[in-house]
């Protein structure tokens, strides 16, 4: 099947399929594409940097798993996730919202013919030995862009400074208004400085992946 999207009027032209979601709801793409308004102001936005708990780009969610930007919204739903920005817009949608704007994020910008490496490229030893310690590609891939499981992100060519900052909310665990609740997450990120997690997020960010930003206008 083809999917065709235009990044000037932002339609989308699906065929009739949809996407399972969590808790086996299934996501409709094309409703999806009609619930995105209070997602475009950000994620619509190449270069866009959010200002809580820190300035950073944010995350790049065009080409990003289904199952994973759907746990990622329901974490922010529940409170997993500390964001008060995310948190608001989260409980403003059922789940079949959740199902639906993860399903049409997960095709939206998608190139059919785009070839990544298994493999990524050789980072510097001291980098090595970080992901090695973390066992990273255990969970996301070898490339960082092929995850163990379909609820986990891709995180190849991410913004290493969002990257740098989930890392850091996992080591820090939940706070009053921010932070992130994951035991796999945290364990991991706790066994590193913060200039590790940074080299981390600097290395991974620098990969080819399939994940983008992918500019949408606020006047649908």
């Known amino acids: 099947m ?4 235009s990044t000037f009027t932002a339609s989308i032209i699906f065929a009739s399929s949809t996407f399972v979601c969590a808790d086996e709801i299934q996501g409709n793409p094309q409703n999806g594409e009609q619930k995105i308004s209070m997602c475009i102001g ?3 936005i190449a270069g866009y940097q959010a200002s809580f708990p820190q300035v950073y780009k944010v995350p790049k969610i065009a080409g990003q798993g289904a199952k994973y930007i759907a746990s990622a ?3 922010y739903k529940k409170g997993d996730r500390r964001h008060p920005t995310m948190h608001g817009i989260a409980v403003s949608m059922t789940d079949q919202d959740i199902a639906d ?6 095709l939206l910008g998608k190139d059919e013919g785009l070839k990544l490496s298994d493999d990524p490229s050789v980072a510097q030893p001291e980098v090595a030995a970080l992901i090695q310690k973390g066992a990273c590609t255990s969970c996301h891939g070898s490339n960082f862009n092929k995850p163990l499981d379909p609820s986990y ?3 190849a060519g991410q913004n290493w400074d969002y990257l740098f900052v989930a890392l850091k909310s996992y080591k820090l665990g939940i706070q009053p208004s921010w932070g992130r609740n994951n035991a796999v997450m945290s364990g991991v990120a706790k066994q590193f400085s913060n200039d590790e997690l940074k080299m981390l997020a600097q ?4 990969q080819q992946g399939e ?3 992918v500019a949408q206008s606020k006047f649908r």
């Open 2 to 5: 083809k999917f065709l999207i």
């Open 42 to 44: 950000c994620h619509g």
């Open 73 to 75: 919204l329901n974490a």
């Open 101 to 106: 704007v993860a399903a049409y994020y997960s």
């Open 153 to 155: 992100p891709k995180i």
């Open 203 to 206: 290395y991974v960010g620098s």
């Open 211 to 213: 994940i983008k930003t």
